[in-house]
């Protein structure tokens, strides 16, 4: 074939690599005063291109060239249609293309040529070739379009199936919150059916609390009226009891009874004096031991009595509150120091006597005690004993 013939038949971009984004040169020359070339060009490009947009350049003359190159740039894009677009120019100027241009004469002036833009038009020197770099465009083969349009295709395929996945999820999720929904309004219409069956339960249940409720308050009062009269009754028993412990106490008081007996009347709250007299014996044996002993008795029994000074801690034992003496005390911790333990604990003792049975007046007070045993008699003891001196007596 020859070159006019592979230009005719548009063979003159066989095998080479087209600018991408698809682009059609239109172009012819003129003299310097024609002024109508660019507007020739336009008008081709209107009529078998309508609404693509163009690109209007020139080139001035040179040494070799006397007339003036106007071209005409088509943009079809980057889409398939536009490659037909840019083909198809070809057929419209059969024998009058990028080949034939370039061999064009004196004669050819005022000719319009057509092709699609193709590499060499791309790395040309010219202001098309300038152009078309300055754009950003490339030389690409139509294999390679539909390579990188093929990879785009299943990216996007792959796109669209996540996002089906993702509407998939999210429908299925939708799905299970919708049937949540459903189960806990049948279940909330299940508990209002049972609480409307369990209206008329609860009610015949409100007037038996209510009755029920009445018969306790009144049986409240009851249990109250007998609980403040046996309190009343055991407030008498106790002060009878007390009178009749006094009058016991004098009449002990006025037997002869020895030192060593076993029951016998003890002064609650006052100092035992035993301890306090072999303490100083032994602290002061040659200097009066019984006169410091006498007098650190009787100072001890004036501390006793004084009011302001509390040496107690309240611990809770078995739900109530108890008094204990607390043995950081500093005067206690002196008394220990100084004279040991036998006396501290003989004014401990003391202390917890007056705090029982006389807390306010702090005053030694007199009470049956069983001597052998160590803790306060009973009334019945008390009596057997009466009973069993007076028959000794007799």
């Known amino acids: 074939m020859s070159a006019d013939e592979a230009d005719a038949a ?22 310097d005063e024609d002024a109508d070339a660019a507007a020739t060009l336009a008008f081709h490009a209107h009529r078998r291109f309508a609404g693509v947009a ?95 349009e093929a990879s785009a295709a299943v990216m996007l395929g792959a796109e669209e199936m996540e996002a089906i996945n993702a509407k998939v999820i999210q429908l299925e999720k939708q799905l299970e919150q919708k049937e ?88 609650m709250g006052q100092l035992d004096e035993k301890p306090f007299h072999h303490a100083c014996k032994r602290k002061y044996s040659d200097n009066d031991p019984d006169g410091k002993a006498a007098r650190l008795v009787s100072s001890w029994q004036e501390e006793l009595k004084n009011k302001s000074w509390n040496p107690f801690t309240t611990f809770l034992v078995d739900g109530e509150e108890k008094d204990v003496v607390n043995e950081d005390d500093p005067k206690l911790r002196q008394l220990w120091t100084e004279y040991g333990d036998n006396v501290c604990n003989a004014v401990k003792v003391t202390l917890t006597e007056l705090n029982d049975y006389s807390p306010r007046g702090r005053h030694a007070v007199n009470e049956l005690w069983n001597f052998r045993e160590g803790r306060k008699a009973t009334m019945a003891e008390v009596v057997k004993y009466i009973f069993e001196q007076l028959k000794t007596s007799s």
């Open 10 to 31: 548009g063979a003159d971009d066989a095998g080479e690599l087209l600018v991408w984004p698809w682009t059609g040169i239109l172009s012819t020359t003129a003299a």
């Open 54 to 148: 163009t690109t209007a350049l020139r080139e001035e003359p040179t040494t070799h060239q006397h007339r003036q190159q106007h071209f005409l740039l088509l943009h079809f894009g980057k889409s398939w249609a536009g490659l037909r677009d840019a083909m198809s120019l070809a057929a419209y100027f059969t024998g009058a293309g990028r080949r034939r241009w370039q061999r064009r004469g004196e004669g050819d002036a005022g000719c319009v040529f057509g092709w699609a833009a193709v590499r060499e038009d791309l790395i040309g020197d010219g202001a098309v070739g300038r152009f078309l770099r300055e754009s950003g465009t490339a030389a690409r083969s139509v294999e390679d379009i539909e390579k990188d």
């Open 180 to 267: 949540a929904q459903e189960s806990a309004i049948c279940l909330l219409n299940t508990k209002l059916q049972a609480e409307e069956n369990l209206k008329e339960a609860y009610g015949h249940l409100h007037r038996l609390v209510t009755i029920s409720k009445e018969c306790l308050e009144q049986e409240r009062e009851r249990f109250q009226n007998v609980y403040i009269d046996l309190a009343q009754r055991d407030q008498l028993n106790r002060d009878e009891l007390q009178e009749t412990r006094q009058e016991v106490i004098k009449c002990l008081e006025s037997m002869m009874i020895s030192d060593f007996t076993v029951i016998g009347i003890k002064r």
